[in-house]
């Protein structure tokens, strides 16, 4: 019987580990003793334990990084269309970290637009995500500066959360399905949805801080994608100047140079909602240190479609996002999605520009136009250099929508 005790007993089998002469002598200096090929093979269980922890860890890590950080900001009418299915395709991206949805009004009203977003999160599984309530109203622009304008310049058709009417379009024009089908609200009424209300709520924080306290935790690792009006990036501008630099790039749903429509359209080619509904936001976030700026306007838009045809198929899949496409989705140009798509796949898009981009914020006839120089006949007053996509594979685009709407969501 040994009068000494062995430490590597005591941790890995403390009860049988133990002779009585080792339990009288507990408090004995201890000593590594005895057995050298147990003591060798614990050591070698616990090397290979270790090795395996360090490569789940650096596995996780790795995985970690490779996931791209994005901010959504954006208008969000509902349910489905271009809004809500550019937020799905970024939520069921399994490259993507979506670090939170900031909600801004555009297309309709924030706080029904906050419904709709928390339904759809509901709906595809992704009850994590988190939103943020951003700006009720533009900074500047106004219903009544609206009307002035209009008796001063003409009918503006379509005017987002602002249309006191449905809207019929005239044969021939654009304006059709959902776009348009928008009654007026006040803008805090949040009527019952269609597709049934949340229970999930919105966070307390607001959209510009949150998107500040957000850059500044990821310095230069956070893309911002805004697919609405610019006044929640123009209250960032405004609160922290600088916050811009952190960002990796920003990514903009809006404007219109030339666009190849209707002459319904193009009379008025300069002017695009997302921009007109806050032309001094635009003219903010525009001015701002961003790295990179990458502008989906218009003239690309029109070039896509959400078909019946594409939406039957992606309804034969049995997932919660094929179902909510199936069941709220219809024809649409595809905006939003389109922006997004870019970003996830840049070989989308076959050809683009580098442009000087501004807004008209003169408040006469060209207030809410975009303004756009070739390179080296800009003005020179601090607007930005952006990447204006001009063409695309439409065969691409289409294929990732349908694999992103049709696939589980991502753990
Ligand atoms: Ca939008």
Redesign the pocket.
């Known amino acids: 019987m040994r009068a000494t005790i062995c430490h590597l007993c005591l941790q890995c089998q403390p009860d049988k580990g133990l002779t009585v002469a080792a339990q009288a002598i507990f408090n004995a200096p201890r000593v590594d003793w005895c057995r050298p090929q147990q003591r060798k093979r614990t050591q070698t269980v616990r090397k290979i334990v270790l090795a395996v922890l360090a490569a789940v860890l650096t596995l996780t890590s790795a995985f970690a990084q490779t996931k791209r950080k994005v901010i959504i900001d ?2 969000a009418r509902g349910p489905a269309t ?2 809500q299915q ?1 937020m799905l395709m970024l939520l069921q991206s399994p490259d993507v970290d979506v670090l939170g949805i900031t909600i801004v009004s ?2 309709q009203w924030r706080d029904e637009e906050i419904a709709h977003t928390l339904r759809m999160l509901e709906l595809t599984g992704h009850k994590n995500a988190k939103v943020y309530p951003g700006a009720v109203f533009p900074l500047i622009n106004s219903k009544e500066e609206i009307a002035r304008w209009e008796k001063l310049y003409g009918a503006v058709n379509y005017q987002g959360a602002w249309n006191q009417h449905k809207i019929h379009a005239p044969a021939g024009t654009a304006y059709t399905g959902a776009w348009n089908s928008g009654a007026y609200r006040s803008p805090y009424e949040v009527p019952d949805l269609p597709e049934g209300n949340p229970t999930l709520k919105a966070e307390t924080e607001d959209a510009a801080h949150f998107i500040i306290r957000t850059l500044h935790q990821y310095p230069h690792e956070v893309t911002i994608y805004a ?2 009006p610019l006044t929640d990036l123009a209250q960032v501008v405004s609160l922290d100047p600088r916050a811009p630099e952190l960002a990796q790039e920003l990514v903009i ?1 809006g404007g219109s140079i030339a666009p190849q429509m209707p002459m319904s359209w193009e009379t008025a080619n300069r002017r695009e909602f ?1 921009f007109w509904w806050d032309p001094e936001a635009v003219h903010m976030v525009l001015h701002a240190p961003w790295k990179k700026i990458t502008v989906t306007t218009v003239d690309i838009s029109v070039k896509t479609k959400f078909t019946k045809e594409m939406i039957q198929q992606i309804g034969k899949s049995d997932t919660p996002s094929a179902r909510y496409i199936r069941d709220w989705a219809d024809e649409e140009f595809l ?2 999605e389109l922006a997004v798509a870019a970003w996830l796949d840049s070989s989308i898009i076959t050809r683009q520009e580098s442009l000087f981009m501004d807004m008209d914020i003169s408040h006469t006839a060209g207030y809410g136009n975009t303004l756009v120089w070739m390179p080296g006949a800009q003005p020179g007053l601090g607007e930005q250099q952006v990447i204006v996509q001009q063409d695309l594979n439409l065969e691409k685009f289409y294929k990732m929508l349908v694999e992103l709407f049709t696939r589980p969501a991502p753990k």
């Open positions: 954006q208008d271009t809004d550019a555009g297309d697919g609405g749903m997302n905006w939003d």
